[in-house]
């Protein structure tokens, strides 16, 4: 459990970066925003 965990870590950190450096790009931001959504159901 702690490993899965810490990949989802890994994976978020790693989505935010990119939607950091893509903001301009919001096709590809909204992309990993719906990828995201996916991992981490509300």
């Known amino acids: 459990m702690k490993a899965k965990d810490e ?6 950190l790693e989505i935010l970066e990119e939607r950091n450096n893509l903001k301009k ?9 719906l990828r ?3 991992l981490h159901p509300m």
């Open 7 to 12: 990949e989802i870590s890994d994976m978020t």
């Open 25 to 33: 790009k919001s096709k590809i931001s909204e992309r990993l925003a």
């Open 36 to 38: 995201y959504r996916k």
